[in-house]
C-alpha cells in the first residue's frame, strides 16, 4: 500500500528544510498564517466528502486496522498480556477506523440505525462497524453501570518496544468519518453531576446538579429511561451546530482521540476494573487533552513487550475540561507514526520515560493525573493533585531538557506558562500546561 503524504508530513518538511521562522513568514504572507500556527488542523480541510465505511475513501497509512465486533474491547483497554491484533515495525504509520461510542450505547438504545434515523440520518450515512458492534459484540456482556462507554481498538505491537522505553505517536491526520456527532450528560457524571449519596456536590445546590434531578430514572433499572441526556449536532460548512431554545450556535471542529495508550495493567480478565476504559492512567488511555489533533506528538512510557498501542473515543471538537461529560464524540479516521525512543537516544522529552508527555507543533505539554493508576487502589479525581504533578513535570523537563535553573523555571512558568484543565469527567482528573516553544527560540 502507497503511504499518501499528509498536509502535516508536507509542513513539517518545509519547515526541517527552511526552518521555523522562515516557513511562518511564507505562510502569513500566503494570507495562511493563522491555519500555520494553529494547534490544530483546519476543520474544513479535515472534512471528507464522503462517508468513511470500513475500507472506503482515503487510507493514509501503511498499515489499515479496522474496529470489529470480534477485535475490539468495549468499555476496557487491553492488559500487559494481551494478544496483539496487529504488529507492525517502529517508525511505520497505521490508519485507524475508530468508532464513537456515541449512538450505539445502552440508554441510546444500542441501535444506530434507529437512534441516527431518529435524527434525520440516512440509513447509509451510518457506519457500518457502528452498526456490527451494538449488533455482535459479544466478547463480554455488558453493563451500562459498570463498563467503560468507549470502543477500543487495538492493541498494536511495534517491534522492539520494551519495558522502560518511550512511544511516540504522530497524529498525521484525522478524518471525521461521518458529518454529526453526539454530546451527552448522564446522571451521576460530569461536572455538575448529582452526588453518590443523592444531594448535590460541594459548590452548587440540588437545583444547579444537571442533569436536573427531577429526570434522574436510575432506579428503574433501564437505560432507556435513566433521562440521560444526548444532542444530536450535525456537521454544517465545516462546523458544529447546536440549537437551543431561539439561539442556534456554530463551532469550529478540532478532530482529536480521546484515547491514546499502551498497555500499563495486568489483569488476567478483560472486564478486570484496572481495565476500566474511563480514567487514564500512566500508560496514557483515556486523556483528553484536546490539542492532541493533526501535527500533535503524544509520548508514552512503555511498561510491555510490544508496547501494546490502544485508540478510541473519537471526538470531533471538545473544550477544555470536557464539562458535560462528553466532548462532541464523532467517529474519525485517524493514521499514526509509532516509533519506539530508547533512553539516552534524546528522541524523546525525559519525562515521557516515567509519565505521558505531548507536545504540538507550537508547545510543550507536561501532564498531570490526579490519580495516575487509575482504578487500582482507590479513585483520586483532585485537581489540586494533577496540577501539582503537571507542575513537577514541567520544571523537571526545562530543567533536565531545556538546561534551566529550576527556580528561574518555577518563576518562568508562574509568569509566561499556563496551565489548562484537560478534563474533570474521567474519575482520574487531567491537567496539562502549555509551554510555548517561540519563548525558546534563539
Known sequence: M??????????????????????????????????????????AAAQPREILQPGKGPIHGKHYLRSTADQIRWGYVPSTTSEPVLRMRSGETVTVDSV???????????????????????????????????????????????????????????????????????????????????????????????????????????????PP?????????????????????????????????????????????????VAFATADRITDPALNSIPPTLGGGNIDIHHLGVGATFYLPVFAEGALFYTGDPHHA????????????????????????????????????????????????????????GSQGGQVNDLDVAMRRAVVNALDFLEHDQGMERAVAYAYLSAATNFEVSQVVDRTTGVHGVILKEHFDE
Open 318 to 373: 471538545m473544550g477544555g475540561g470536557e464539562v458535560a461529560l462528553t466532548a462532541m464524540e464523532g467517529s474519525l479516521r485517524a493514521t499514526f507514526r509509532l516509533t519506539v525512543c530508547k533512553a539516552g537516544s534524546s528522541d524523546a522529552p525525559s519525562v515521557a520515560f516515567h509519565y505521558p508527555f505531548a507536545e504540538t507543533r507550537d508547545a510543550w505539554l507536561p501532564i498531570g493525573l490526579s490519580d495516575p493508576d
Open 2 to 43: 502507497t503511504v499518501q503524504k499528509t498536509p502535516a508530513d508536507v509542513r513539517e518538511a518545509l519547515i526541517t528544510r527552511f526552518g521555523r521562522r522562515s516557513f511562518l513568514r511564507v505562510a502569513a504572507a500566503l494570507g495562511a498564517g493563522a491555519g500555520a500556527t494553529s494547534m490544530a488542523a483546519s476543520p
Open 100 to 210: 464513537s461510542h456515541e449512538g450505539i450505547l445502552e440508554d441510546q438504545g444500542r441501535d444506530p440505525v434507529a437512534y441516527f434515523g431518529g435524527h434525520g440520518v440516512r440509513r447509509a450515512d451510518v457506519l457500518q462497524d457502528a452498526v456490527a458492534i451494538a449488533r455482535d459484540y459479544s466478547r463480554t456482556p455488558r453493563s451500562f453501570d459498570v463498563d467503560g462507554p468507549h470502543v477500543v481498538t487495538g492493541p498494536i505491537h511495534v517491534d522492539g518496544a520494551r519495558p522502560g522505553d518511550v512511544l511516540k505517536v504522530e497524529m498525521l491526520s484525522l478524518l471525521p468519518r461521518v458529518p454529526y456527532g453526539v454530546v451527552s450528560s448522564r446522571h451521576g457524571k460530569g461536572a455538575l453531576a448529582r452526588a453518590a449519596s443523592g444531594g448535590a456536590p460541594d459548590g452548587i445546590t440540588v437545583d444547579e446538579v444537571m
Open 213 to 261: 434531578v427531577a429526570t434522574d430514572g436510575r432506579p428503574t433499572g433501564d437505560p432507556t429511561k435513566y433521562g440521560n441526556v444526548s444532542v444530536f449536532t450535525p456537521v454544517r460548512r465545516g462546523r458544529g451546530v447546536l440549537k437551543g431554545g431561539r439561539k442556534e450556535v456554530t463551532f469550529p471542529l478540532r478532530p482529536f482521540m480521546g484515547i491514546m495508550g
